[in-house]
């Protein structure tokens, strides 16, 4: 493979760390550019050589500048959005992992898309699994796909109990080790409801086609079910640096240091239906994706706005379904025609959102 110079956006993040690790073990990656929301880049920037450096502020000047081959966005949240536009309207390879962004300006995104005709890579694993299973299959021949989802660290727990359960429990998610907002969502299932609308935009299917499974080991990270009734599944043990490196190397296939499937050890494969009541968000989302329009950006940006105050101990864990139901009682989800209305329609939900939770 030719150099392939990377814009790691997140850098400071967890995916961000993983990623500096995955391209240290290649040589033939490198980084060209590097931001941050507010923690200071200096150290790494120096070490690796970068000239093209930002933090916080828009990334679209300096993604211009650095021109990359590939932009990895891993920025958490909605602030992901503006690059994500930039990549996919200047035809640069996309390696996603902010599905923020493609929730939230999904249609835009996916004009975008289809303009640039560049790739875009899914770095959540759940989707770089579905891509790969989906690889060089005819659409016809694809019956659904089926998302797992771990259940996070309240599976078992019951409605009465969510109450009161605390943020230290709930950022000790017991499969996977991520960054704060998207352990938060794991455990509501809000991450689930967000990577329902990701694989619609990413892969045109239909809501329908596109099931839930709580699957608590982590191991199957998505299934293709085909009209034959055959599936394919895509396993392996939960560690980000694979649909990283996947990306990132795309469409090589490198190693990696994560070990493979041991099944001396003993393998567990359980799966079973997401419980709705319990874990609202999910099916918030997905009424959300099928509204279409503005709706998912509004369920993202109450959702942000929910899960901030509920690592900042101002709500109850349970109060952060509500705050977003509420939100989406109020939107009218008009569609947008550019990111200037995208960001207004964001506000909106931010503004109803902390509206209902200065009532709280
Ligand atoms: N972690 C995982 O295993 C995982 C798995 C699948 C998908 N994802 C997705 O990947 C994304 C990142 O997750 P994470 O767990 O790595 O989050 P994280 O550890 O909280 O890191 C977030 C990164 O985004 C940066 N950031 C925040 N606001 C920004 C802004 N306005 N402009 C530029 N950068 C900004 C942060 O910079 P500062 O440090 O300066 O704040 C940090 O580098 C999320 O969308 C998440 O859903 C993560």
């Given amino acids: 493979m030719r150099e392939r110079r990377i814009a790691l956006l997140g850098a400071t993040g967890s995916i961000g760390r993983q990623a500096l690790e995955v391209i240290a073990a290649n040589p033939d990656l490198s980084v060209c550019a590097l931001a941050s929301g507010s923690q200071p880049l200096d150290d790494v920037a120096t070490q690796l050589g970068v000239e093209h450096v930002q933090v916080g502020g828009d990334v679209t000047d300096l993604l211009d ?54 790739l875009l ?46 943020v230290e429990e709930a950022l000790a998610h017991p499969t996977w080790s991520m960054g704060p907002k998207i352990t938060i969502d794991s455990a509501t299932l809000a991450n689930k409801g967000l990577e329902l609308i990701e694989a619609h935009y990413l892969f045109g299917l239909e809501y329908e086609r596109i099931d839930v499974v709580v699957h608590p080991t982590s191991v199957v990270h998505a299934l293709v079910r085909f009209r034959d009734g055959a599936a394919l599944a895509h396993l392996g043990y939960p ?90 009682g109020e939107i009218d989800g008009a569609p947008v025609r550019d990111l200037a209305e995208l960001v207004e329609a964001d506000e909106q939900a931010r503004r109803l959102a902390e509206r209902r939770l200065a009532a709280v």
């Avoid at 996916?110 to 303009?115: C, F, G, I, L, T």
């Avoid at 640096?241 to 296939?253: M, N």
């Avoid at 109450?302 to 349970?318: H, K, M, Q, T, W």
């Fill in 121 to 166: 890579l899914p770095v959540d694993s759940e989707h770089s699994a579905l891509f790969q299973c989906l690889a060089g299959r005819a659409p016809e021949t694809v019956a659904s796909v089926v998302l797992t989802a771990s259940g996070g660290p309240f599976r078992n727990r019951s409605a009465a109990e969510l109450e009161s359960v605390t």
């Fill in 239 to 328: 560690d980000m640096r694979v649909p990283i490196s996947f990306a990132l190397s795309y469409p090589e296939r490198r190693a990696t240091s994560v070990p493979g499937l041991d099944f001396s050890a003993g393998l567990q494969l359980e799966f079973e239906p997401p419980d709705l009541d319990r874990f609202p968000l999910l099916a918030l989302a997905r009424v959300s994706g099928e509204r279409g329009g503005t709706y998912p950006c509004a369920f993202n940006a109450a959702n942000e706005v929910a899960v901030a105050a509920f690592l900042d101990g101002r709500i109850p864990f349970s109060e952060i379904a509500r705050l977003v139901e509420d939100a989406l």
């Fill in 65 to 118: 500048a650095a021109e990359p081959d590939l932009v990895l966005n891993a920025v958490v949240g909605f602030a992901g959005v503006g690059a994500t536009l930039w990549a996919l309207e200047h035809g640069v390879t996309l390696a996603l992992a902010n599905k923020e962004s493609l929730v939230a300006a999904g249609d835009l995104a996916v004009a975008a898309w289809k303009r640039g005709q560049g």
